[in-house]
């Protein structure tokens, strides 16, 4: 855990995250039990969700675990009747569920495409929706994982770029809407995290990782620990003036086209040029 963070940050709060058994959500999830919060974590696994449970609680902090689809309205709207009764009032919630897989369009289902926007945009519509009858207010945080693939058109990603794009606007209109309840809401757009499932369905080979991080000004992966750091200061009273913000924590990796451009002009003006005088 970084040191710029006072143990016992969150003593006494509440989060709730859904995609809260694996990758993002759960590092996002270890980071605030350890500041103090009481979390709930909810999933579709219900073994990956009794195991990172139990990591939680063996470490000495509170975790509760429900099993639910996003998709449902009704089973995450039970879920988070659930994890009031058991924590209280929520005072954040993390919506990181996600779905992908890669395909062109001509190569993709319309039931497959409807997948990801489900559970990606529905699925954090749902959450938001049946959460905000639990959550304190005022003081109350509302953070969303979305991707760059929101604005940066990924080919083979048409659904996610899709679904991520409405979860950012998304928060924008909640920011709006809920700004009168005294709650934030916003987002984070994480780009290449090393050890998530995402990048081992996209990055598969030592090859196609080489090929993401030289897409990368900072030249390396993210790492989930990266992106707890950037949700634990959202959540914060440091932020307490930002809401409807999207902020992208990529390494630069959204420049790379300008990169590669800049690389190119490099390499031109290290051949010799013919129209030079002698």
Known sequence: MSAVFRDGLFAGKSAFFTGGT?????????????????????GRNAGKMEAAVATIRDRGHKAAGYVADVRSYDAIAAALSEARSAHGEIDFLFCAAAGNFPA???????NGFKAVVDIDLLGTFNTCRAAHQHLRKPGA???????????????????????????????????????????RVNCITPGPIDDTEGMR????????RRGVIE????????????????????CSDAASYVTGSVYVC???HGLGASN???????DQRSEPDSRALP
């Open 260 to 266: 590669r451009f800049a690389q190119s002009i490099e």
């Open 22 to 42: 694996s990758g993002i959500g759960l590092a996002i999830a270890e980071r605030f039990a350890e500041l103090g919060a009481a979390v709930s974590l909810l």
């Open 250 to 252: 990529d390494g630069g």
């Open 215 to 234: 897409a990368v000004a900072l030249k390396r992966m993210g790492t989930k620990t990266d992106i707890a750091d950037l949700a634990t200061f959202l």
């Open 141 to 183: 945080v509302v953070v969303s994982i979305s991707a760059n693939h929101a604005h940066i058109a990924y080919p083979w990603q048409a659904h996610v770029c899709a679904a991520k794009a409405g979860v950012d606007q998304l928060t924008r209109v909640l920011a709006q809407e809920w700004s009168a309840d005294g709650i």
């Open 104 to 110: 062109p369009v001509l190569g993709m289902s319309a």
């Open 201 to 208: 369905r996209l990055a598969p080979t030592e090859e196609t």
